[in-house]
């Protein structure tokens, strides 16, 4: 059965950081990039960032450079997002997924096609 659980969502203040893990089972993790992305209420879901398995090699949407930094351990399949200075606009439900091969980026931006995704985790960043 293929899972992606994402964790570590929570609430924290403006400023503030969290690291969000997404556990990945049932499928060869090395044959895929893992990528997040999030959706606030009302809101398109947009595309955070993604690492390519096989290489290591990551992407991230312009906006999200400089705050957010993706990472993975592959002897655990799984892949980490740790965000700081949070913002207020950074609140959304944060999902993880499997994407195909390698990573979809274009002009500055994470298009995450999400063969497989997670449940996603809360964040919610307050003012």
């Known amino acids: 059965e293929v899972q992606l659980v994402e964790s570590g969502g929570g609430l924290v203040q403006a400023g503030g950081s969290l690291r969000l893990s997404c556990a990945a089972s049932g499928f060869t993790f090395d044959d895929y990039a893992i990528g997040w992305f999030r959706q606030a209420p009302g809101k398109e879901r947009e595309g955070v960032s993604c690492i390519t398995i096989s290489d290591g090699s990551t992407v991230y949407t312009d906006s999200m450079k400089g705050r957010f930094t993706i990472s993975s351990d592959n002897a655990k399949n799984t892949v980490y997002l740790q965000m700081t200075n949070l913002k207020p606009e950074d609140t959304a439900v944060y999902y993880c997924?499997?994407?195909?091969?390698?990573?979809?980026?274009?002009?500055?931006?994470?298009?995450?096609?999400?063969?497989?995704w997670g449940q996603g985790t809360q964040v919610t960043v307050s003012s």
């Open positions: 997924a499997a994407d195909p091969d390698e990573c979809t980026y274009y002009n500055g931006t994470y298009f995450p096609l999400g063969v497989y």
